[in-house]
């Protein structure tokens, strides 16, 4: 994916990472902090932050022996507004908003499969 854009949209697109999402909302964590309510390695909770930090909807720092990851609002603020254009889903709720992208989806595979 070469569009900054449909990068965002693919790591939003994983419930996992919508609620480390929302958890950074409240201030920087580290990783082990992360990861502790999932249940889930913590290699696997690492591959949810290296997609979320190449959306570069995180930044990830090392501080001494400890990783951190902190929000980045500029990649999120691309996709709000483009969301917007669509009046519908204003507030934007991500839930209702990957509902209707896969029915769209699924659609277009029922047409592809006539």
Same mark, same amino acid.
């Given at each position: 994916?070469?569009?900054?854009?449909?990068?965002?949209?693919a790591?939003?697109?994983?419930?996992?990472? /919508?609620?480390?999402?929302?958890? @950074?909302?409240? =201030?920087? #964590?580290?990783?082990?902090d &992360?990861?502790?309510p999932?249940?889930?390695?913590?290699?696997?909770?690492?591959?949810?932050?290296?997609?979320l930090?190449?959306?570069?909807?995180?930044?990830q720092?090392?501080?001494? /022996?400890?990783?951190?990851?902190? @929000?980045?609002? =500029?990649? #999120?603020?691309?996709?709000? &507004?483009?969301?917007?254009?669509?009046?519908?889903?204003?507030?934007?709720?991500?839930?209702?908003?990957?509902?209707f992208?896969?029915?769209?989806?699924?659609?277009?595979?029922?047409?592809?499969?006539?």
């Amino acid at each position: 994916m070469s569009d900054p854009l449909d990068t965002v949209f693919a790591a939003l697109a994983d419930p996992t990472r /919508r609620a480390i999402l929302t958890m @950074l909302l409240e =201030d920087d #964590m580290a990783v082990t902090d &992360v990861a502790e309510p999932f249940e889930m390695s913590l290699a696997a909770i690492s591959k949810h932050l290296t997609i979320l930090t190449r959306a570069g909807l995180i930044a990830q720092e090392k501080r001494g /022996r400890v990783k951190w990851c902190k @929000l980045q609002p =500029d990649a #999120m603020r691309s996709a709000s &507004v483009w969301m917007q254009g669509f009046g519908q889903f204003e507030p934007v709720n991500l839930d209702a908003f990957e509902r209707f992208l896969e029915a769209e989806l699924n659609a277009e595979d029922t047409q592809a499969g006539s």
